[in-house]
């Protein structure tokens, strides 16, 4: 019975963890110094290709499996994972746009940020460090 319990209480602080998770837009440090849900959400979807006053962006995507993903796109762009594909499926098939550069880790979200100078993309908080700005937090 203790065990159980046990159990039980370690999935609840472990979940609760996760849920606090805070994800925020970052960009390189030659980029902008801030962006709004509006700027952050037409580049996501393709309607705007350009960082303000900056030359064409390099938007980077995290991969479906994460759950960072999910929260990005639930507060910034207002889609799910199955409007997103269907979004992006139709743009696709039309000619009319090539999703974002998708990478499966927050440390290569940093690192590509990093080193290119129109780079935007978005990790949890806790991974941000000196090689990028954060310009949005939803």
């Not at 998770?21 to 959400?41: C, R, Y």
């Not at 962006?57 to 960072?68: L, R, T, Y």
């Not at 743009?91 to 499966?104: A, D």
Request: overall charge positive.
């Amino acid at each position: 019975m203790n065990t159980l319990l046990n159990g039980i209480l370690l999935s609840l602080l472990l979940g609760t963890g996760v849920a606090q998770a805070k994800v925020v837009v970052i960009a390189n440090p030659l980029g902008p110094d801030s962006l709004s849900q509006s700027q952050v959400s037409k580049l996501y979807l393709g309607k705007s290709k350009h960082l303000p006053n900056q030359g064409r962006a390099f938007v980077i995507e995290m991969a479906d499996e994460s759950g960072i993903k999910d929260e990005f796109h639930s507060k910034v762009t207002h889609k799910n994972a199955a409007q997103l594909q269907a979004y992006w499926s139709r743009l696709i098939f039309t000619g009319k746009g090539k999703p974002p550069h998708t990478v499966r880790s927050s440390e290569l979200v940093l690192s590509l940020v990093g080193s290119k100078p129109n780079a935007i993309g978005y990790v949890d908080e806790a991974f941000v460090d000196d090689r990028v700005n954060v310009v949005y937090r939803p």
